[in-house]
């Protein structure tokens, strides 16, 4: 059972805690929300979780025709469109479609916030905390206090805070705008780069061909062109050769015979 005095755990911890991708979602979901650990994260995903297995149970019971899981059905969807989770008129299946952020988009923090009562969410936690914030004419010092649709509009400072004053240094100016903290822009983000991609990479592969056709002329002209100046070096080559072998040996034995000769006849008419 327990001890009266502390309540038990309201949230599941995650089964393996060292996963990479799982402490890098959370890191940025906690500077998003400007939450103070990863136990808020937890104890969204928690809520969401009972959400979605309460739906996938009715989902399975309700062909079968029975009213009471008409009725649980009805009540599960009245609860979440009160809570302005899902938009009226919703079925089990928008249920099955829902994420964590779509859980923390609903906490007063993230409220005070995109009403343009502090400056940041980290803000407007500290806000909240220090007692400045009501709903209605209560205050509230819970920073995740799950706002319904109703008291949404009633989310105000109180009528004792100084923050009323509209010169007062830690209130908004009145330009502010906050930023919006839901991904419904995101989708449409992504899909018009990719068709910038898409009409970009099309005139890309029509150019390619073209390039490659001078490319084959230039390899095959060099290839001819080297193969006739090679045969006439070598020709000539033989040719000059030639000449020099026969004349060469032709002028010596006509300077050698002819002293021979004349010393014979010069000797033969002195006897």
């Known amino acids: 059972m327990g001890k009266p005095k502390f309540s038990r755990k309201k949230y599941e911890t995650p089964s393996h805690p060292w996963k990479e991708d ?91 916030y995109l009403k343009g009562l502090a400056n940041t969410p980290f803000q407007a936690r500290q806000l909240i905390s220090h007692g400045h914030i009501s709903i209605g004419n209560k205050k509230v010092t819970i920073p ?49 780069p990719k068709k910038e991609k898409a009409a970009t990479e099309e005139p890309k592969k029509e150019e390619k061909p073209e390039e490659e056709k001078p490319a084959e002329e230039t390899t095959t002209k060099p290839v001819e062109e080297p193969a006739k100046p090679e045969e006439k070096p070598v020709e000539e080559a033989a040719q000059k050769e030639k000449p020099e072998e026969t004349v060469e040996p032709k002028k010596e034995e006509t300077k050698v015979e002819k002293p021979k000769v004349k010393e014979k006849d010069t000797k033969e008419g002195e006897e």
């Not at 402490?23 to 940025?28: G, T």
């Not at 004053?165 to 822009?185: C, Q």
């Open 144 to 192: 995740s206090y799950m706002v319904t649709k109703d008291e949404e509009g009633e989310i105000s400072y109180i009528s004792a805070s100084p923050l009323n004053d509209v010169m007062h240094p830690a209130r908004p100016r009145a330009d502010f705008k906050s930023v919006p903290v839901k991904k419904e822009t995101k989708p449409k983000e992504t899909e018009e």
């Open 22 to 112: 799982r402490i890098k979602a959370e890191n940025e979901l906690i500077k998003k929300y400007g939450l103070k650990n990863k136990r808020e994260i937890w104890k969204a995903k928690t809520a969401l979780r009972k959400y979605r297995g309460q739906a996938r149970e009715l989902m399975a019971k309700i062909r079968g025709g029975d009213p009471q899981t008409k009725k649980e059905s009805d009540q599960l969807l009245m609860h979440l469109n009160r809570m302005n989770i899902l938009p009226p008129k919703s079925t089990l299946d928008d249920v099955l479609a829902l994420d964590t952020e779509s859980i923390l988009s609903r906490r007063l923090q993230t409220l005070t």
